[in-house]
């Protein structure tokens, strides 16, 4: 088939190796001037990395692999402990931090030169009964059998399919950057998830002596922002104990960023004839989960095996993708709402949750991982 892509971000460029690899014949189509090369690191779970790998993706060589995570209070003390090291042992596929420059430049290698035409923004799609029509900034159109919006949290594809309004403010904002700190934490393989009154602080090691930190605080869109964003931060949480107050020392102006964040409900349907969506346009959700990215490699994954079963009506086959999705996104999508990463739960109780419970939670997410003897793409 001839299929459209709108957006070259994760999603984008993961279902274009897809499909490439599937026999059709791809066009992608990206807003921004160029491949992106900001942003911070992305935690790519035992789910997400199993994606990447029937993609053909290594992840040798990059990030930082994190076999255990510690959610501590403000003052030290330890709530709870998670073993991710044993998904990967049941799995084989290791929990890595890797920045987003990174994870694009793997997804990338190897796909054709022309296959992304950048500064070409979707201004509308329209269709009929055989075929996709979608309509770009510069005036110019495209026609194919198939349109996927991979086109992110403010999605145009997803507006002409929903309407407007569909994703709402959620409760916080994060502050965030990957930076070279040298301490302890940053060559391990353990990440830190500290909560208090003041909000969250999240410490992960990225590789090549990365660490990749964030600030949650309560936040809203009519909330003006600092003035000196870092003093802010420095104010309210580097009383907390170690390795906090390091961090914020250690950290610059210049390696902080912010987004806010939003959720939408996840519908059981979610595309409409030959278009479909994907990743952030179909189910954006705040980052507590840190299933982002890899609930958009899992949409992929199930897409393609969608698709290659075939069929008279192709857009069975993206009903049937959405269907198969919904009840794992759904329950990921509804958890990362209520925020559990800043949860203060007490430590008696955060100590009688097995270490073992991320993988049942994994398996419960994930299509991939609950899939039997699932096979590579």
Not at 60 to 65: E, F, K, L, Q, T
Not at 140 to 169: E, N, Y
Request: positive net charge; charged residues 20%.
């Amino acid at each position: 088939m001839d299929v459209l892509v709108m957006g070259a971000g994760v999603g984008g460029l993961a279902v274009a190796r897809g499909l490439l690899a599937a026999g059709h014949r791809v066009r992608v189509y990206e807003q921004a001037p160029g491949r992106r090369t900001s942003g911070a690191a992305l935690t790519i779970f035992t789910n997400g990395h199993a994606v990447l790998n029937d993609l053909g993706v290594s992840l040798d060589g990059v990030g930082g692999r994190v076999d255990r995570i510690d959610a501590m209070t403000s003052d030290g003390r330890l709530r709870t402990r998670v073993s991710v090291a044993h998904a990967a042992d049941r799995f084989g596929f290791d929990t890595k931090a890797i920045s987003r420059r990174d994870l694009l430049d793997r997804l990338a290698d190897g796909l054709p030169d022309d296959l992304i035409q950048y500064g070409v923004g979707c201004r509308s799609v329209t269709q009929d009964d055989g075929q996709v029509t979608a309509t770009f900034s510069d005036g110019s159109t495209a026609k194919a059998d198939l349109l996927i919006g991979a086109d992110g949290h403010h999605s145009v594809v997803r507006r002409q399919l929903w309407g407007d309004g569909t994703v709402q403010p959620a409760t916080f904002g994060t502050w965030q950057g990957l930076s070279a700190i040298d301490i302890p934490l940053t060559h391990s393989h353990l990440s830190l998830m500290i909560t208090g009154r003041e909000g969250a602080c999240g410490l992960m090691p990225a590789g090549d002596g990365m660490l990749q930190w964030w600030f949650d605080v309560r936040w809203s869109p009519t909330d003006p922002r600092p003035m000196a964003p870092l003093a802010e931060l420095r104010r309210r949480f580097g009383h907390w104990a170690s390795p906090v107050p390091e961090v914020l020392a250690a950290a610059s102006e210049d390696d902080l960023n912010f987004f806010g964040h939003h959720w939408n409900k996840v519908r059981r349907v979610w595309g409409e004839g030959r278009i479909t969506l994907l990743g952030d346009a179909a189910h954006t959700m705040p980052p507590t989960l840190g299933q982002g990215a890899n609930q958009t490699l899992e949409d992929v994954w199930v897409l393609m095996r969608e698709l290659a079963k075939g069929g008279a009506d192709p857009a069975v086959r993206l009903r049937a993708y959405e269907k198969a999705r919904y009840p794992h996104i759904s329950l990921v999508s509804g958890m990362a709402r209520r925020n559990p990463a800043n949860w203060r739960i007490p430590p008696l109780i955060g100590r009688l949750f097995p270490e073992t419970s991320q993988t049942t939670m994994l398996i419960r997410y994930s299509n991939r991982l609950s899939a039997p003897a699932a096979k590579p793409l």
